[in-house]
């Protein structure tokens, strides 16, 4: 397969995708983008303005009535996508790299993106057939019956966030296109160039113009999109407090909302637990992307009589994980993704001290970095339930160590949050910790590892979100029914 190397042909651009090519912006204000490894401004782009989303609207929505987008069979949608997963595998480097430079992930987790993006495209391309199946419904009396057809939405507004730009755009991408919808893509601020990758990929794909189409901007850009009279359905991945505003949007204008928010998800882990294989899933279930990903298990909760040798065992494993340049392939642990976030979470660090916990490795800035926003990865030991620790998102490398004396008092720890996200249970015992995992009050739990599966629903309850991504069901988020009742005929 023919490979787009990560050359950086654009920094600083001028341009928006709109209506099926790059074009010059109206708007005259710029956004920065900053490597947070090093702390140097590499590229910039262009502040949409309100003329910018309307033609960028304009162009979704003469795509989706115009040119008949949502009237192609879904198994000619189904093509498009195959074509777009090929070539946004071409530019898997490309991509990896550039994703690097924005936020700081290091390689070895954007490495990934690409193909994973593409794997996203291929299932939802796959449901093709789910969507031509006939949906026939026979009335209870059996007089009549109902045809259940299923439309697509409309022109979405899909908002991503900076930690994964391309999978968490791609996980909304794929179903609306698939669905027949159009859309209007508004990466985040710090991360607006890896987005273009997928726009090339789109119109090297062949997708017709106005389909698929990208803004850049600030939060103002965002707030204006969601609440553009020619908005359908807005799907947001962000923070609960965004995630708020947005949700009362669209609740004001009676337009749907998919909202995948914040968690602080706890990773129970039961006496009879075998911590080398817990140590060899760590670090991607507690502490992924240095800390900044949403679902990932940064509460730990140990039985009293193995509370010490776990905490031993998550703190050597932290501590010998490498922290540095996140263009090195060996490097576990990045910078934060920018100098607020790492602000941020030095603030926890600092409260969790204060509180009374024990930093058993980190709790300050790692020596030997003259530039870039690094925070040293940190354990605290000795948490208890009411500490900000222990209740609030931090989006940074830091696990908190609970104690538990009874299965119920870790269920009730576990519970005892305003999220609802992720979580894992750890135990030798499979069916022990599934009845475990059926106690936990949240959308996602794993069994001793924790993935996203791109055919199983992922859904965030409470301050974690509204709706569903992936799986059937994170397609059906993008249409909408119509019944059609008729007499059967004899």
């Known amino acids: 397969m023919e490979t787009v190397l990560a050359t950086v042909p654009y920094t600083h651009t001028d341009d928006l995708f709109i209506d099926g090519t790059w074009t010059t912006a109206d708007g005259a204000g710029r956004t920065m983008v900053t490597n947070p490894a090093t702390e140097e401004v590499w590229g910039s782009v262009p502040v949409a303005s ?30 498009y996508l195959l074509r777009l997963a090929d070539e946004v595998e071409k530019r898997s480097e490309a991509i990896s790299h550039t994703n690097t430079w924005e936020n700081g992930s290091p390689v070895a987790e954007t490495s990934r993106a690409g193909s994973n993006a593409a794997a996203i495209f291929r299932y939802f391309a796959g449901l093709a057939p789910h969507l031509e199946a006939p949906d026939v419904r026979r009335f209870p009396d059996g007089s009549a019956e109902t045809v259940v057809r299923q439309d697509p939405v409309g022109v979405c507004a899909l908002i991503a966030p900076w930690n994964f730009p391309i ?10 296109l698939m669905a027949g919808c159009t859309v209007v893509i508004k990466p985040a601020s710090p991360t607006p160039l890896s987005i273009r990758q997928i726009a090339d990929a789109v119109a090297a794909a062949g997708i017709p113009a106005g389909v698929v189409n990208v803004v850049t901007g600030n939060s103002a850009v965002g707030d204006a999109l969601v609440r553009h009279p020619g908005i359908d359905k807005v799907a947001f991945t962000g923070s609960t407090p965004v995630g708020r505003s947005i949700g009362a949007a669209c609740g004001e204008l009676l337009r749907p909302a998919t909202l995948e928010l914040g968690g602080k998800s706890s990773a129970l882990v039961l006496p009879d637990a075998d911590l080398a294989d817990m140590q060899k899933v760590l670090i991607r279930t507690c502490m992924r992307n240095t800390g900044q990903t949403c ?3 940064t509460r730990i909760l140990a039985p009293r009589e193995r509370y010490d040798e776990l905490v031993d065992m998550v703190t050597a494993t932290i501590a010998a994980a490498p922290q540095g340049d996140p263009m090195n392939p060996a490097t576990v642990f990045g910078p934060s993704a920018t100098a607020s976030q790492r602000d941020t979470v030095l603030g926890y660090i600092r409260s969790g001290i204060t509180e009374g916990a024990r930093p058993t490795t980190g709790g300050d800035v790692p020596s030997g970095f003259d530039r870039g926003f690094y925070v040293k990865p940190t354990v605290f030991a000795g948490v208890t339930p009411g500490m900000r620790i222990a209740r609030e998102e931090i989006f940074g490398p830091v696990l908190a160590i609970l104690r538990y004396d009874s299965l119920d008092e870790a269920v009730g720890i576990a519970n005892n949050t305003a999220f609802g996200l992720g979580g894992t249970v750890f135990s030798r015992d499979e069916d022990a910790a599934l009845a475990v995992a059926a106690r936990v009050d949240t959308g996602s739990i794993g069994l001793n590892f924790f993935a996203s599966n791109h055919a199983a629903p992922f859904a965030g309850r409470h301050d974690s979100g509204l709706g569903v991504e992936f799986g059937l069901e994170g397609l059906h988020v993008y249409l909408k029914p119509q019944s059609v009742h008729r007499r059967i005929r004899s």
């Open 167 to 176: 999978n968490l755009v791609v996980a909304k991408l794929a179903p609306a």
């Open 295 to 297: 679902y990932i298990s």
């Open 50 to 79: 309100v003329t910018d989303l309307d033609r960028a609207v304009g162009a979704a929505r003469r795509a989706f009535t115009g040119s008949g987008w949502r009237d192609l069979a879904p198994s000619e949608r189904a093509v």
